[in-house]
């Protein structure tokens, strides 16, 4: 059950990156019509001619992270930098990675062999660092990696965040991002209520942001919890409002953890009902508009941390770039985390 549990983190960040990326330039909401419409197109495509759905910069990221644990069986600082400048300048163009982590990585490569690699991520922004859901969008295989162990999660998610983004929002949103990926590991359906779930998180991000003085994480998750008791569900208009669902860490994180609840309190749209749960989650979140692809991704990663690889039509899987290696780097994570 908790290689399934790993296989569908994995995999779900994939598709919901895959999928996300195909409305991320419009910056809308996406109708549950459109989705479905895709549902469609997926399902019925014969092999030979299936629709291919290119993963972006969250999946790269993600994987050369989750390479570097597997290789070397603990955070090494240096060779995460390293893989992350080196997929960076050789990978195609629709990554479409964010706008100025690329100073970030110039730096790294002119300083090669990496002996300051937290310097260039310090110096974003006039030393204010970047506050960007990067960190959080490729935490998940930190959870998977250090899954019983909160403390070195949290230690974890925090420095490898710190290699491109060392704003305490980014940081911040790292370690929520990847406690919501460990709860989900840690739990199972029907064991946890929603509101149980988000106590959880609620409690580390009041340890988070104790010395935090604007403290937007926590302010965000009682939002969250407002809307979601709300007998009637919020538009995703007034959800952009509300929380937002851009490209800051506060906003995107805070919007997939929403998606992810609401379908977990059964209030998921009902033009979403003829899928499985982990679906519903990757397409809600994805329907929020926004960041969609990072939304997705991260929607993805806790749904399938929580509902494992089942729910995970092959006909979605096979379509996305990168399925092998999502699943590959799931069943060697697992295999180190056992031992
Ligand atoms: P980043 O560190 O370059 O941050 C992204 C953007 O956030 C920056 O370019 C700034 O506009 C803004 N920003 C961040 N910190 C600050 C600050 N302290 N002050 C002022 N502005 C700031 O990259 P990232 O890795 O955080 O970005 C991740 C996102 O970029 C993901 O959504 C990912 O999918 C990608 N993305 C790409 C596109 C695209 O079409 N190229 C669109 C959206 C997102
Ligand atoms: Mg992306
Ligand atoms: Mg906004
Ligand atoms: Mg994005």
């Given at each position: 059950?908790?290689?399934?549990?790993?296989?569908?983190?994995?995999?779900?960040?994939?598709?919901?990156?895959?999928?996300?990326?195909?409305?991320?330039?419009?910056?809308?909401?996406?109708?549950?019509?459109?989705?479905?419409?895709?549902?469609?197109?997926?399902?019925?495509?014969?092999?030979?001619?299936?629709?291919?759905?290119?993963?972006?910069?969250?999946?790269?990221?993600?994987?050369?992270?989750?390479?570097?644990?597997?290789?070397?069986?603990?955070?090494?600082?240096?060779?995460?930098?390293?893989?992350?400048?080196?997929?960076?300048?050789?990978?195609?163009?629709?990554?479409?990675?964010?706008?100025?982590?690329?100073?970030?990585?110039?730096?790294?490569?002119?300083?090669?062999?990496?002996?300051?690699?937290?310097?260039?991520?310090?110096?974003?922004?006039?030393?204010?660092g970047s506050y960007g859901n990067g960190s959080a969008m490729r935490v998940f295989p930190v959870?998977?990696?250090?899954?019983?162990?909160?403390?070195?999660?949290?230690?974890?998610?925090?420095?490898?965040?710190?290699?491109?983004?060392?704003?305490?929002?980014?940081?911040?949103?790292?370690?929520?991002?990847?406690?919501?990926?460990?709860?989900?590991?840690?739990?199972?359906?029907?064991?946890?209520?929603?509101?149980?779930?988000?106590?959880?998180?609620?409690?580390?991000?009041?340890?988070f942001e104790v010395d935090v003085p604007e403290k937007v994480y926590t302010n965000k998750l009682d939002t969250i919890k407002e809307l979601i008791a709300r007998e009637e569900v919020a538009s995703v208009h007034e959800f952009e409002d509300e929380v937002g669902t851009g490209i800051k860490a506060t906003e995107a994180v805070c919007a997939a953890i929403y998606a992810f609840l609401m379908c977990l309190a059964d209030r998921q749209p009902s033009e979403l009902s003829s899928l499985s749960k982990v679906q519903q989650v990757v397409f809600y979140s994805i329907s929020l508009g926004g960041d969609t692809d990072t939304i997705g991704t991260m929607a993805g990663a806790i749904a399938g941390a929580f509902y494992g690889d089942e729910g995970l039509p092959s006909y979605w899987l096979s379509a996305c770039e990168g399925e092998d290696m999502a699943r590959d780097l799931a069943t060697k994570l697992h295999e180190l985390n056992e031992k």
């Open positions: 059950m908790l290689l399934s549990k790993y296989k569908g983190s994995a995999l779900a960040a994939l598709a919901g990156d895959c999928i996300g990326a195909e409305y991320e330039a419009a910056w809308q909401p996406v109708a549950y019509q459109t989705l479905m419409e895709l549902e469609e197109i997926l399902k019925n495509s014969q092999a030979a001619s299936r629709r291919f759905l290119n993963y972006t910069d969250d999946t790269e990221m993600a994987h050369e992270l989750a390479k570097s644990l597997v290789e070397n069986g603990k955070f090494v600082a240096k060779d995460v930098a390293s893989k992350f400048t080196k997929t960076f300048f050789t990978s195609p163009p629709c990554r479409y990675y964010g706008e100025s982590v690329r100073t970030v990585f110039e730096k790294l490569q002119k300083a090669s062999p990496f002996s300051d690699p937290f310097g260039p991520a310090s110096e974003q922004f006039d030393g204010q959870a998977l990696f250090c899954h019983g162990n909160q403390e070195l999660l949290e230690k974890l998610a925090a420095l490898s965040a710190k290699l491109t983004h060392v704003h305490i929002d980014a940081i911040n949103g790292a370690k929520l991002q990847a406690s919501a990926v460990e709860i989900a590991l840690s739990s199972s359906d029907g064991s946890i209520s929603w509101l149980e779930f988000w106590q959880k998180l609620k409690d580390l991000i009041d340890k």
